[in-house]
């Protein structure tokens, strides 16, 4: 084999790599990519029922009629709001 010969033979091997490679590249990528995770439902809490959890700054006493005291929890007043 001639100089010349095993020029052309290497240059001949780095064109089919290069286009080997050139090949893969422009492959369509055989794993898709991975759908993106959704966000964890946002964890709030369930939604208390407003009348059998009054809010905790206030009073939540109960009157006859079904009415919530609205003064703050633990009032010094003696009587109960209901407004
Ligand atoms: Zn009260």
Redesign the pocket.
């Known amino acids: 084999m001639s100089k010349m010969d095993a020029l052309r033979a290497m240059r001949e091997a780095r064109y089919a790599q290069d286009q080997a490679r050139a090949a893969q590249r422009s492959a369509p990528p055989r794993v898709r990519p991975q759908p993106t995770p959704r966000p964890a439902e946002a964890s709030t809490p369930p939604a208390h029922d407003a009348e059998a959890q009054p809010d905790d700054e206030l009073?939540g006493?109960r009157n006859m009629s079904g009415r919530t005291?609205t003064?703050e929890r633990g009032?010094a007043a003696k009587s109960?709001r209901y407004s």
């Open positions: 009073c006493h005291c003064r009032h109960h």
